[in-house]
Each structure stands twice: as C-alpha cells, then as structure tokens.
C-alpha cells in the first residue's frame, strides 16, 4: 500500500497530458507518438473528396434528365393548333410522349422547310401529315397509330358547284399551301394554281379574288376566314378528301416509335383521347 505521505503532486504540463484531464475515456494521445498516421488520414479523405465529386459535380443532379426531341410542324390554326402549344394535336402529341418519359418542344416552320428540316435530321421528327410520306422522304419513320383526321375542302367567295373528286377543280384558278402533298400530288391540272407560304397568304389570296377557290382543312379553314372577317366565304362540299393524319420520327429515333404507337392506343383505351378532343372543340362551332 502506498504511503499517502509518498504521493507526489503531478506536475502542470503532466496534468494536461493525463488521460482524465479531460474526462474519463477520454484520451489526449500527443500527435507525435503516430508521426504517419495523421498524414495517411488527410490524404485519403481528400482523394474520397475528389472521386465524389468528379462523380456528382457541383450544381447538376446525380439524376440523368429526360430525354429531348424537337418536332417540327407549319403553323397551324385553332382548335387543332394554337401559339401557346395547347390546341388539339400538340396536347395529344406531348401526352403520348410524356407517357414514355420524353420532353418535346415545337418549332414552327413553313410546311415544305418543316419536312426537309425532319428529313435532314435538323429536327427530330415532324406533324401532322398523311401516310406514307416516307416514301418520298427516306430519313422519317411514320407513327402509325393516328393523331387526327383532317378534312381537306374547297374553299370560295364566288363560286358555288360540288366538289366531286379532285378534277372537279380543273376549269378553276386553284390556290394550296407549298409542302402539303396530298395538294401538290392532286391539284394539277387546274386552269392556274397559286402556291403560297402559309393559311394567312392562302386565304388573302381567296380575299383579294386572285383565286377561285383555295384548298384547306376545314375546321382550320373556318376558323381562318372568321379571323379575317371574310363573312362571304362558302364551304364547297363534299370534302375533296378524308384523311388519317400521323407523325414522323426521324430514323435515329426509330426505337421510340413503337412506344410512341403504344402510348397513343393506350391514351385512346383508357379516354384521354377522346376528353382532349372534347376541351379542345368545347368553344368550336362550325
């Protein structure tokens, strides 16, 4: 047993160093006695610091985004198309598309310029247009499930006589739109054809008598003359022709076309479809 008169007082610096200094289990152990282990830590955290990073980078998501396509289209008019992207067919389009995880954005261009730009793979694919354009244009995969159907009509401010058939239009001065080919393929023959750039042209055309009667979709036609305040305007029956309308890929992205064929059956199984149709003609009358 140790004489309590033998103990002698720990000195200052041996006070600080004491393991109870600061506590019981707490122990101060001088940075020298592991001269290498320090170093070893502070490197390693600094290449774990740097392999995190290079693997997540500051201010991007560790999350791939979505994919992003650009379609092309002509300007189209209300109900079927409008400038804020919400008529008919662009809210078919990007619902379809939203079902299988891709973004899209629109870019408006004249009709013929629209499917070369698809063609060339400018753009990654094109709307709305009749089957089988392929044919003609061997970079664009059809998507075969259908968009809408488009009446194609005469439309005149003098003239009044039943349109049956495409040749009915041959004693007349004829005026169609550049780039749409169901028009370019039928319309020939006529006593003179004027092709213009776009709806606004085609129907000041009609205004200004430089045509007899132009060709157009009807509900679009329609809506056109009312906008240009051309009260007189007569809608020729019967339509010249009923068409399914679709949407083309370009081929680099063949493998979203079944997909995109697949969202649309489905869209029109489970009557997304159909409500999009009914918001979009809810303030359309004809």
């Known amino acids: 047993m140790i004489n309590p008169a ?43 610091l740097i392999f995190s990073i290079s693997l997540f980078p500051l201010g991007k998501s560790a999350y791939p985004a979505q994919p992003q396509i650009t379609l092309s289209t002509f300007t189209m008019i209300p109900p079927i ?28 261009l004249p009709a013929e310029r629209s499917l070369i730009s698809a063609n060339d793979g400018i753009t990654d694919g094109e709307y709305i247009r009749i089957s089988g354009l392929d044919k003609y244009y061997p970079n664009l995969v059809q998507v075969r499930e259908k968009i809408i159907d488009f009446e194609f009509v005469a439309f005149s401010m003098e003239m009044d006589f039943k349109t049956v058939g ?40 009609l205004a200004k008598g430089r045509a007899d009667v132009v060709i157009f979709e009807k509900m ?6 009312k906008s240009l305040f051309l009260d007189d305007v007569k809608i020729l029956e019967p339509p010249l022709a009923e068409k399914e309308m679709f949407l083309y890929l370009h081929k680099k ?33 004809h």
């Open 166 to 205: 495409w040749k009915s239009l041959k004693p007349y001065s004829v005026g169609i739109i550049t780039g749409w080919k169901i028009l370019e393929n039928n319309v020939v023959g006529t006593l003179h054809r004027t092709d213009v750039q776009n709806a606004l042209q085609l129907f000041t055309l």
């Open 81 to 108: 198309s409008n400038e804020t992207e919400t008529g008919i067919v662009e809210t078919v389009i990007k619902e379809a598309f939203k079902r299988i995880g891709v973004n899209i954005s629109i870019e408006n």
């Open 6 to 48: 033998e103990k002698k007082p720990l000195e200052e610096t041996d006070a600080k160093n004491s393991p109870m200094a600061y506590g019981p289990g707490i122990s101060l152990e001088p940075k020298h006695i592991y001269p290498g282990r320090s170093g070893a830590c502070r490197y390693g955290w600094l290449f774990i």
């Open 220 to 225: 679009m036609g329609i809506e056109m003359a």
């Open 253 to 285: 992205h063949r493998k979203l076309v079944p997909r995109v064929e697949a969202a649309l059956k489905e869209m029109k199984i489970d009557g997304t479809y159909k409500k999009i149709f009914e918001v979009g003609l809810s303030g359309y009358t």
